[in-house]
């Protein structure tokens, strides 16, 4: 077989596609329900408007990746999925509704439960789903063993993740490694056993006494893995590879496929596809919501700066954005000067530099709100990574491993670093590093709940004024 030709097939479980029935049912349902608030529509009424609703949700579901395995994934995360899918449904349909004047035909009570109900029942569909299977799991009903080969600290973190999600359904058999005890590590009581060797491991699961067999060894034992493979062809075991990326710095990690061969991102961008579009929206609305808001305030703030010291209302700073392309970033001008060349020199406490006025913009971190514009026209967002001056991301990147890879992603007017105790000088290369290790971790594991999570606690550090001057 030519390496071209080579893949990995993709099979959806039954489960999944009961989602699809369930939900398709539930679209019924809530339409129905909801045209009962509606005069003199009949059977083609509902059945154009609950196919129409079908055909959009499928297609932007396809795109969220709603119809994927969540198997020991939090339910809170899946719900999420189904929200934001219907999010996104919401709009284009009603936006064929305008197009095709069938809008008008609909009470407003019965455009609201359609609104309001369907990813309600949705949500509280997925939720029971789970309830049932833990109980029935629990019952010791479609429960299937597993074993992992390899005693290292990989399969015990695997161990552990199994062991965190019950309504996998899968139950320990054992570690299995031909390595001697001061070549493994040890394994805590907790998760499991060192039962016996390659040969034990292939002999059980001939037996029978396991379902499931996943290898942890590490990429660089190819031999050993083919060995353990060769043997385990011989039995009715399904078998996992868990590749040991985590020996890598992962920022946010995900499957792809060129053209049948699997492929796994090292380095990404988490903001792809539906994510990157919910991102985008969230700042154009709330950034558009809070520069509406604070227009006045801001305009004040302009004539004092003029009025309070010779230069520009506004200091525009190039700074590195999305990808380490270069950007003109908008403040308020703080400083009797404008370092903005290879070299710039970081504001202290006390710095000379600093006007009356600018000092007290910067402790509040009202210097930063013309960012605002940044945001809206698309070069920022309101969180993400701060951005640093050019000068500074060259001469850091070279000092930290990774530095560069906080440019996976947009930055933001406020981030993790800053509501960590990371806001202001790092006038320390271990400052700095704990900096760039919080907009690592951010890129990880970005949600818009952390966004808004951030937000609020950005207000709080503001309010206290730490490390800002």
Request: glycine share 8%; hydrophobic share 40%; proline share 4%.
């Amino acid at each position: 077989m030519s390496p071209a030709s080579r893949g990995i097939t993709f099979h959806e479980s039954l489960v999944y596609s009961l989602h699809r029935l369930a939900d398709a049912a539930v679209i019924f349902a809530v339409v129905r329900l909801a045209l009962t608030q509606t005069d003199e529509t009949g059977l083609p009424h509902f059945l154009t408007i609950s196919t129409a609703t079908i055909l959009v949700y499928h297609v932007v579901a396809e795109l969220s990746g709603l119809y994927r395995s969540w198997r020991g994934t939090r339910l809170r995360r899946e719900i999420g999925c189904v929200l934001l899918t219907w999010c996104y449904t919401v709009p284009v349909l009603l936006g064929i509704g305008l197009f095709t004047q069938h809008n008008a035909v609909y009470s407003y009570e019965s455009k609201l439960i359609w609104i309001v109900a369907t990813p309600l029942a949705m949500a509280v569909g997925r939720f029971t789903l789970r309830k049932v299977q833990q109980r029935l799991r629990a019952r010791g009903f479609n429960i299937r063993r597993y074993a992992i080969c390899g005693v290292n600290e990989l399969g015990i973190q695997l161990a552990r993740n199994i062991e965190r999600a019950p309504e996998m359904g899968l139950r320990m058999a054992g570690f299995y490694d031909d390595r001697p005890n001061d070549r493994t590590v040890e394994l805590p009581e907790e998760v499991g056993r060192h039962i016996g060797g390659l040969d034990d491991l292939v002999y059980r699961a001939r037996r029978g006494d396991f379902d499931i067999v996943y290898i942890t060894f590490p990429m660089r034992a190819e031999e050993r893995i083919r060995n353990v493979l060769a043997k385990l062809g011989d039995t009715t075991a399904s078998v996992y590879i868990v590749p040991d990326f985590f020996v890598f710095e992962l920022l946010h990690a995900r499957w792809t496929n060129v053209n049948g061969l699997p492929a796994v991102s090292v380095f990404e961008n988490p903001l792809y596809g539906v994510d990157g579009l919910a991102k985008r929206t969230a700042d154009v609305v709330c950034g558009s919501l809070i520069l509406a808001a604070l227009a006045l305030p801001m305009a004040i703030i302009a004539a004092i700066v003029k009025l309070t010291s010779k230069g520009p209302v506004f200091f525009r700073q190039r700074r590195y954005g999305l990808d380490g392309r270069e950007i003109q970033v908008w403040k308020f001008r703080s400083m009797t000067c404008c370092d903005n060349g290879g070299e710039v020199r970081q504001a202290t406490r006390d710095d000379d530099r600093i006007t009356k006025i600018g000092r007290v913009l910067r402790r509040t971190s009202l210097d930063e709100l013309p960012q605002l514009f940044n945001v809206i026209e698309g070069s920022m967002s309101l969180v993400g990574p701060r951005p640093h001056a050019s000068a500074h991301n060259e001469q850091y990147r070279s000092l930290i491993d990774g530095y560069m890879l906080r440019h996976k992603v947009k930055p933001g007017i406020t981030g993790l670093a800053q509501v960590s105790g990371y806001r202001g000088e790092t006038e320390t290369l271990d400052k700095m590093e704990r900096r760039v290790a919080c907009d690592h971790q951010y890129i990880r594991e970005w949600s818009l709940w952390m966004d808004a999570k951030i937000l609020a606690k950005t207000l709080r550090v503001v309010l206290t004024q730490r490390n800002a001057y």
